[in-house]
């Protein structure tokens, strides 16, 4: 099995910074693409960022500039910078990874189990 723990969420006010973490554990043999995603009240579930075992991102043009995505393959981590934070980036925050687990045939997605952000003053 394979679990996907985050941290790093919290209220800060609008224009500060924080940085989310994404651990992977578990009977992984390879992690493929590893990603972010929100939902805000009221709202669908959307992506954020996303990043291949490559190293190539993709960013939603509401964050595009403002959050990065980087990954630490050697200990199955994604992370999440998110700066000059706004009111409307309030959300829960899950990540996402596509992972070969071992005893498994084929790639699946994962998630992990949410953090919130709350961004107001």
């Known amino acids: 099995q394979v679990q996907l723990v985050e941290s790093g969420g919290g209220l800060v006010q609008p224009g500060g910074s924080l940085r989310l973490s994404c651990v992977a554990s578990g009977s992984i043999v390879t992690i493929n693409s590893m990603g972010w995603y929100r939902q805000a009240p009221g709202k669908q579930r959307e992506l954020v960022a996303t990043?291949?075992?490559?190293?190539?991102?993709y960013y939603a043009d509401s964050v595009k500039g403002r959050f990065a995505i980087s990954r630490d393959n050697a200990k199955n981590t994604v992370y999440l910078h998110l700066n000059s934070l706004k009111p409307e980036d309030t959300a829960v925050y899950y990540c996402?990874?596509?992972?070969?687990?071992?005893?498994?045939?084929?790639?699946?997605?994962?998630w992990g189990q949410g953090t919130q952000v709350t961004v107001s003053s």
């Open positions: 990043i291949t075992s490559g190293g190539s991102s």
């Open positions: 996402q990874m596509v992972v070969v687990a071992r005893g498994v045939y084929g790639a699946y997605d994962y």
